[in-house]
């Protein structure tokens, strides 16, 4: 069977994986790469310490396992037509810019790259909870929200890869939260594990993390139930906003705080029944992800040219 | 050069004209025909009903021109795969109903039927300020708000049909107006005509319509003025969440209500650009439509098989 390498680029935290072409990990290792740095200053000098950060870490790991093709998912926004890397939210100085054709030529194999949301779509798609659907919003609840979509069993982007910032539909269009992105009132600030974390805090006072504020809220602490229950809540409004104007009736859900899935599934989907328009009422499939946090690196593997 | 048969169909009005291949109105005709009725009680009554009174205008108006076929937009959705109507608000009896193959029959010519709000996005894109996009959103203000979705050049309709229903985006999470699908919130009961008119009488007592209210606001009367920029601003917050999961960057705007285009879009591209994702702020063009209400029926004459 055939064996390709897999992908999943985060801020600093890089997953690689040997995957098999019925979705098994075969093998794989993790670790951390200085992806953005502040020094670089030309856009030259920015897409050579990329390449040679990707580099150092893949090719041992591809060189180990003899593969020629990779697949990968990457944090920013690919043109549809060129593929070319328009650009990066953590590394602004790159625009435009052709990272699998030039990873290839550095690697030596056959690379294709993709938005990391949209992976985890077409992971969830090809191999988890969103199998046999021809429509599919896939939503990934990490540090932020991520969410890609799926039309007619393809993967959906839009004219500049700018499709399904799901994560910043305003839910809040009065006093809302401040967001990452310089807007107040997206969903993203409420229901993502950052916001979870950021509003335990300031209701309680104390640190924690994402993980914890579930737990708390699953053995009945009131601010933390709230929390988790307003973020389904707000899930759901925003899920429904989507659904009316993709009309797509397949969700499937990921990401570290879908671990709360008891909470957030009821508030998640009692908001959205409300928000629906009458003929798609109590027509809409919520479901868990089979694939955990592996949607990505699955979802990489699956554009492996 | 070609010549097809148009038909726009709404609750009581309908427009028939020849139209040539090039969009040209060649010969139109309005009429009323009542094709909801409360008394026909069977799904088998109310598909004899509709036929005959769609055949009725059709019938005379296609052997007086001699031609084979027609296009049709009618309020209702249609499954994109079989093409059935699936189902209409005005037509509550109809379910999966095969009206275009069902009227070719009773005409004896080729038929084609679609969203008549897909149909003006198609016109739009056909023939009017749209040209030339391969995506695009085209808004209806009319009674209601319709929407249209052109993607890589060719309509978005959704799996069940009810893809783009813009006009029930929420924009006001609390206390929002209760809006014609029993939600509360959505842009429709805002920035339509019928809230248009409906918001003036509230605020002046005084019975009007719609462009009476633009009229007024355009002579600075304060209170149809105000309500004249909301519902600017909220098209504009409507039209970004859009951008938000589409990634479509073009946008037009027919109906009634666009006559009021000095007023309405200052205040819809302050609002949409502030609600934007960043990388996206400025580069949404919103154009008024060049067809003003022709849209629909030239999106039919398109279609037609």
């Known amino acids: 069977m055939r064996q390709v390498l897999a992908a999943d680029i985060g801020g600093t935290?890089?997953?690689?994986?040997?995957?098999?072409?019925?979705?098994?990990?075969?093998?794989?290792?993790?670790?951390?790469?200085?992806l953005s740095r502040h020094n670089l200053q030309s856009q030259q000098n920015a897409e050579v310490h990329i390449l040679n950060a990707l580099c150092e870490v893949i090719q041992p790991f591809a060189d180990m396992h003899a593969v020629t093709s990779l697949g990968m998912g990457f944090p920013g926004f690919f043109h549809s037509q060129s593929g070319l890397l328009a650009s990066s939210p953590n590394l602004p100085l790159l625009r435009d810019f052709a990272l699998a054709e030039r990873l290839a030529e550095q690697l030596s194999i056959d690379v294709a790259v993709e938005n990391d949301a949209l992976c985890a779509a077409i992971g969830e798609h090809?191999?988890?909870?969103?199998?046999?659907?021809?429509?599919?919003?896939h939503v990934t609840l990490g540090t932020g929200i991520g969410s890609g979509l799926i039309l007619n069993h393809a993967p959906y982007s839009g004219e500049h890869g700018m499709a399904m910032e799901f994560g910043h539909l305003c839910i809040e269009h009065h006093d809302g939260r401040l967001c990452g992105c310089g807007n107040h009132g997206c969903v993203e600030a409420y229901a993502s594990a950052t916001a979870i974390i950021r509003r335990f805090n300031e209701c309680c006072g104390a640190h924690s993390d994402a993980k914890e504020v579930f737990e708390l809220a699953q053995q009945g602490?009131?601010?933390?139930?709230r929390i988790m229950l307003e973020a389904g809540q707000y899930l759901g409004m925003a899920i429904a906003e989507a659904v009316k104007l993709l009309d797509v009736t397949s969700i499937t859900v990921s990401g570290g705080l879908s671990g709360a899935w008891d909470l957030l599934y009821p508030a998640l989907m009692s908001e959205l029944d409300t928000n629906l328009i009458p003929p798609l009422k109590g027509k809409v499939d919520v479901l868990r992800s089979t694939l955990d946090d592996n949607a990505g690196l699955l979802g990489a593997a699956a554009i492996a040219p």
């Open 221 to 225: 602490h009131d601010c933390a139930n």
């Open 126 to 137: 090809r191999y988890g909870a969103g199998k046999g659907y021809a429509n599919l919003l």
């Open 13 to 34: 935290n890089i997953r690689l994986a040997l995957v098999s072409e019925d979705g098994c990990i075969i093998d794989e290792t993790r670790c951390t790469a200085e």
